[in-house]
């Protein structure tokens, strides 16, 4: 789909839907590193100020 950009989450919010979500960092680098999301759970701090989530594998299932 043309136009879809990702959704950015910040840590405490409310996981809208389960899978992994890797870190960004402030300026929109990739980190490297990744956090399971439930969904309905909180998203879990992140190793930084400044960073966000993005979903980056939906669960299958």
Known sequence: ???NKPTFLSPGQKVPKSGLY???GPRG?????????VRGKTLPPTLKP???YV????TKT
């Open 1 to 3: 789909m043309a136009g």
């Open 22 to 24: 890797g870190i960004i």
């Open 50 to 52: 400044g960073q966000k």
């Open 29 to 37: 680098g990739v980190i490297g590193e990744e956090r399971t999301g």
């Open 55 to 58: 979903l980056v594998d939906p």
